[in-house]
Nanobody, 121 residues
Framework: VQLQASGGGLVQAGGSLRLSCAASGGTFSAYAMGWFRQSPGKEREFVAAISASGITTYYERSVEGRFTISRDNVKNTAVLQMDSLKPEDTAVYYC???????????????WGVGTQVTVSS
């Protein structure tokens, strides 16, 4: 499956951004989806994940309550809605897919090209 993330940009602290991940070339509804991010000088870290059906979600503690992951298995799209953004959310964000029904936070098989999110203070 091929993934394409979009929606990044520059926003002030407290603002919102909506990232989208468009999937093609596979049966999207068979894949758990995840979002990850990487800041300069840091390792890539897990942000949020959603099960293949969309019923179950899981968040990294620092984003819980501010970010919402969702998916549309008809449009083959996963979305990360980011609200109340903080400067520490600044990073390149990546979407990823793993052929698994359950929500999962690691060992993803497919990765999209990242999209830059910059939050100014």
């Amino acid at each position: 499956v091929q993934l394409q993330a979009s929606g990044g940009g520059l926003v002030q602290a407290g603002g919102s951004l909506r990232l989208s991940c468009a999937a093609s070339g596979g049966t999207f509804s068979a894949y758990a989806m995840g979002w990850f991010r990487q800041s300069p000088g840091k390792e890539r870290e897990f942000v949020a994940a959603i099960s293949a059906s969309g019923i179950t979600t899981y968040y990294e503690r620092s984003v819980e309550g501010r970010f919402t992951i969702s998916r549309d298995n008809v449009k083959n799209t996963a979305v990360l809605q980011m609200d109340s953004l903080k400067p520490e959310d600044t990073a390149v964000y990546y979407c990823a897919a793993r052929m698994l029904s359950e929500v999962v936070i690691d060992n993803y098989d497919y990765w999209g090209v990242g999209t830059q999110v910059t939050v100014s203070s």
